[in-house]
């Protein structure tokens, strides 16, 4: 599926300059070490300050591989215990070794003993140490001594003059001595996974800072480093100047992602970016920006949802009949028509201009669509779709249309006669839309339903099955759907959204209201702060933007819900 895209990106740098924040600004990205965006948490061992997004076991980088080194031994490992133990070596790792000197606290240098001591020891000779350990008293220095500066170090420092103990010293040293704090605190985030973005060009560099920081503030999808780093490396290896420069499609290709790999997540990163760039160029008025082109992408008119993202005229050879329908389209669509409807009347235009093509050439003028090129196009339907279904759903959208052409004077040399009558093959009686009976026994059983992978999913299924909501309106219930009349009997209030967001009521059972009150109880448990939905997305994020989850699940498949889920039991003998 194509983007519009290529755009001219003019003006992008200037518009990037002003909106990408200081935060974001860095050339190594180091993500807050608490958002949820970022990351999921830290490493499980205690005493392991990493963060980590994607993680095997739990695991930081680091410690996922020693664990894969200790499993690997013969015998293997067990890894509760190696867990202990790891942590054990972790803590002990990060303590800096003393002076082995009864009484002081300075970092070892050499011989177990600290810079002062071992000079002390080498001008004694170099005694055997166990036996001048225990004769050499510690006695303080003229200056006395004070802690090193690096946070949480115990040990003392090397020296009057000197910030840090020994270790930390030769290490800050190396590093061109910057500020301390400021070392100490890049120090630690440097451990975090981080993106590096140094080696983008300026450009391409704000745009990746600024997909970071649209991906922040909407605290919604996971965005681990590392897959960003991945498409940092591909940013850079297409030798773009801009995201922008490149469709949709020519990414897809060049990347070429393997199903459910953290290519696709990476991708996702890089199509996210460059739609939130176009919108940034597009500014306040995106309808100006959609409507001259051929596609349009709903997203950036605020009227895309799950069924449909793109309006596509392109198919439509006339340009004036191409014109004339976007011109119908954006009327419709600012009366609020749904988009999936808008779609299939665009699927029926385009079905009439390539007959119109076909018959009287793709340069065919507004006065060749007559009626009778309208009855040959009913024929040709009839043929192509046999379904009368199917063929109804393009005759009411062209007649929709060319009723609309002719009473708003839209194209004064369409025939007058160019109309659709009733033309549509009449409707069928309805084939019926009910379970068989054995079918339903065995979604009501209390024992299958406890065969549902999560409570979520439970709940809703009896929902479904009890109230006859469908699947998106029972997943956008609100949190406090249940109301109660003025006898107290509960009622769900849901919206139904196939009939224009319209507020409906049904009545409950008592053991119903009381499952969703477990629900709810549940919600409250992951959210104390509450919750808008009766069922939050399995894995919200919750930022300084978003704190609490606002949207419900985005995904197809939410709560364990899926086809096969169910596949067995009802394939599985009569009940
Ligand atoms: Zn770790
Ligand atoms: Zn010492
Ligand atoms: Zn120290």
Redesign the pocket.
Known sequence: MSAPWPRPATGLLEGLVQVVRPEFRAEVFCPPKDSQVFFRGPCRIPACPVAISYAARRLCEGHYQQWKQASARPGGADFTAWLAAEDQRTRQREVVAG?A?EG?N?AAKSHR??H??AEHWMRACRPELAGWLAVAGYTPTWAGERDCQFPGCARWADGPEILLCRSHYERWRRVGRPPVNQWAAQLARLRDPHVRLDRLGRQLRLEVQFGLQCRYDEGVKLTAPRVVTRAVGWARRAGVVSLLDWTERQWRQFIDPQQRSRDVVALRFLLDTGFRLEALLIGQDPWADQYPRDTWDLHHLGLANQDVRYLRFGAIPQPWLRELVKRWCRWRLGRGIVPATAAIDVAGCVSLARHLGRTAGPDAPAAALTRAVIESWLAVLQTQRPRPEGRRHHIHSVGGFLKDVHRHGWEQALPAGAFVYDDAPPRQPPTPRWIPERLMRQLEDPANLARFPSQDGRVLLQLLMACGLRLKDARHLRFDCVVGDNTQAPYLAWINHKVGGRMAFFPLSDPLAETIAGQQRRVLDRFPGGCSWLFPAPRPTSTAANPAPTGASATSSPSGWSASTWSTSTAGPPG
Request: net charge positive; glycine share 0%; hydrophobic share 25%.
């Open positions: 002076c000197l002081c300075r003993l600290c002062r001591h």
